[in-house]
């Protein structure tokens, strides 16, 4: 399971990990997500390195032998 933070300390926190970042140097926005996370919160999510390469998203998925997705096909994957 993965944690979560416990609360926000704003009533409307961001959805979007993207939301956080500053966008001129994709980097964490400090100041931001300190002023909507407990501290304990803010400190771990800071914490997470930040990918810098300028690469596009993609789907990816290991498909089953009938090339359907599955959880199970995932997890395997």
Do not use: H
């Not at 609360?7 to 994709?26: E, G, H, K, R, Y």
């Not at 390195?49 to 089953?64: G, K």
Request: charged share 20%; hydrophobic share 45%.
């Amino acid at each position: 399971m993965v944690p979560r933070p416990i609360t926000s300390l704003i009533p409307d926190p961001p959805v979007w990990v993207s939301d956080l970042l500053q966008p001129a140097n994709a980097s964490w926005d400090v100041q931001l997500i300190r002023s909507i996370f407990l501290p304990i919160d803010a400190e771990a999510i800071l914490r997470i390195p930040i990918c810098t390469r300028n690469v596009e998203d993609f789907w990816a998925w290991a498909p089953d032998k009938k090339g359907r997705f599955s959880v199970n096909s995932a997890y395997k994957f």
